[in-house]
């Protein structure tokens, strides 16, 4: 096998998941797969380090079809099943979580909504340059003081006379928000929270970058301020994107790519650790050899196989469009939280080395902080399934 | 300008390992790739379809899972797949490949034919040539670049160790491409998409004109004597010594071989 850097052959398959899988699921993971190893372990350190976003591959990643690729061809999509945007999820934060999550922005964030919302002529506007990469988008739902509670929001949308509204309010923790040609913005109006598309430039409308994060540093992060912002109904408001529930259903899609894209870093992390384990030698024996190691890679392999096909049931399910969103949240809330045990465990087993960016074991335990509060807190995910399953709704 | 473009699907003799007990390969999960110099000559065609308007088919002979590199070739851009199986082509050797290779071809009616120089597995680089032989076309191997002159000619780079000769052939002609002539592209999300929707045309031997007697194990007159792998040679001597002193022990060595 080839070192850390290089990256790893196979993906780990413990319990055979590439039996479960076509051959167009395959294709497609192995096309990523690709990609990431050539394009992306390269310099993701480097980035990572200098707190910079790889720029250079949005355009190809969008030449590739990687964004919105389970959307009809006619709007840049490529048909492709859940599952097969699951792997792809699952290679590219083999890479970086902060290269899959510009990708879970751009494709489900963004271009769903614009799809399962936008009129016909906003789809044909924005939904093709999206796919390819032309132009980026971001998603303003959180507010500095409505993170788990949206409901709650402070943005207000105001209509105007002659086709217009004007909107107020800030938004924060947006992916993508600073490098974004356009931002879909969740306001309260008189009736009910709707959907907006601000334009980068338009008056009143800024996105300063925020500094000084530990995790996703080769992601770029916002606040979107909205100061009278005075924008076309007909261009900007989704018409069917009626209530909260809208948002939601935007979260649920970027919550099932989650789900398979942690298994890429952790996957990354139990490789990397296996691979060092094998050739580090301590009182004369590789550290692989030594039963608390072991114990590690057990309990390792046993959760990484586990989500696996965790995740592969849940994408099944949602190609019969049969996945509920608590089984969504139940996926999320576990293997984010196994990835993030898994780089830590890993860590432990590369001792000192763990902590340096020779490794990409570091790097992902710190960006899965992040995703194991994003898209809905590992917290309030367990009180969805709560939900789910008591018929009692904790959290309001 | 209709091209074709011969691929093989090989194991990746990057991930094949020896047992060392029998000696022999391991090729228990070892993944099956397009052959390297075949990828470079696929890309070469699609650099040509981006440019021209060029058609591209990939024509692979092979049992039924090498449609896997054909649908791979497809998912890169190619327009159109052939697969040239049948048990009774099993055990070909490059003559037997080369005369079944050039009655497809002959059903193609190709402007060009585009080869990888060799495969990663055989490593004869035999069957281009021979291909180009059955067919009357003329050939250039090796060739490192190349570019369109007019609808009929092509200006292509031959390389050579230590040099290159600048050709202008004339289409319909064959060429062998080299690995390093370009970096192939990635297959696409919408290509992967798209190459499961389209068929592949398999042709058995009753599909083309070729002598049964000249094909499979009984047509092929090569054969295989031994097969083994070479012995590893002892480790080399290291001596820290200034560059003088350095290349006096090199001549000396040299000399007790009778090299020099």
Known sequence: ?396 | MKIVVCVKQVPDTTEVRIDPATGTLIRDGVPSIINPDDRAALETALVLKDTTGATVAVLSMGPPQAEAVLREALAMGADEAILVSDRRFGGSDTWATSLTLASALRRLQADLVLCGRQAIDGDTAQVGPQVAEHLGLPLVSYVGSLRPEGDRHLIVKRMFEDGHHVLRVQMPCLLTILKDMNTPRYMSAPGIFEAFQRPITTWTLDDLDVDPSQIGLKGSPTRVKKSYTKGTKSAGKVYEVDPREGARIIVENLREKFII
């Open chain 1, 1 to 396: 096998m080839a070192g850390a850097s290089a990256g790893f052959t196979h993906f780990t398959d413990f319990m055979g998941l590439e039996g479960l899988l076509t051959d167009e699921e395959r294709m497609v993971r192995e096309a990523a797969r690709a990609f990431v190893n050539a394009e992306v372990l390269p310099i993701i350190e480097q980035h990572a380090q200098a707190q910079t976003f790889p720029a250079h591959l949005i355009r190809a990643m969008g030449g590739l079809g990687f964004f919105g690729p389970t959307l009809p061809e006619a709007y840049g999509g490529a048909g492709l099943s859940s599952v097969a945007y699951g792997l792809l999820m699952y290679e590219l934060e083999r890479g970086d979580s902060g290269l899959r999550s510009f990708a879970s922005v751009q494709g489900a964030l963004v271009m769903h909504p614009i799809f399962a919302y936008g009129s016909e002529a906003q789809k044909l506007h924005w939904l093709p340059r999206l796919a390819k990469g032309e132009v980026v988008g971001c998603f303003g739902l959180t507010e500095p003081d409505f993170g788990s509670n949206p409901g709650g929001m402070l943005t207000r949308a105001e209509r105007l006379e002659g086709g217009k509204w004007r909107l107020n309010g800030t938004k924060m923790w947006i992916t993508n928000g600073t490098v974004a040609d356009v931002a879909v913005v969740w306001a309260q109006t008189p009736e009910g929270i709707r959907g907006f598309l601000v334009e980068k430039g338009t008056p009143g409308f800024r996105a300063p970058e925020m500094h000084g994060k530990w995790s996703l540093r080769a992601s770029v992060t916002s606040e979107l301020v909205l100061e009278d912002v005075v924008v076309d109904e007909a261009a900007s408001l989704l018409p069917e994107a009626q209530g909260l529930k809208a948002a939601l259903s935007c979260l649920t899609q970027a919550r099932y790519g989650i789900a398979w894209g942690v298994l890429g870093a952790a996957d990354a992390c139990y490789q990397c650790a296996l691979d060092y384990a094998q050739s580090r030698i301590q009182f004369d024996r590789p550290i692989a050899a030594f039963q608390l190691q072991q114990e590690k890679f057990a309990g390792m392999v046993s959760e990484l196989a586990k989500g696996q096909l965790l995740a592969l049931q849940l994408g099944r399910l949602k190609d019969a469009g049969k996945a509920t969103p608590a089984q969504v949240s139940l996926a999320k809330m576990n293997n984010t939280h196994m990835a993030l045990d898994i780089a830590r465990k890993a860590r432990t087993i590369l001792g000192a080395n763990g902590i340096l960016d020779e490794y990409p074991v570091m790097r992902h335990m710190a960006n899965l902080e992040s995703v194991y509060t994003y898209e809905g807190t590992h917290d309030i995910h367990a009180l969805i399934v709560g939900q789910a399953v008591t018929g009692h709704a904790a959290y309001l």
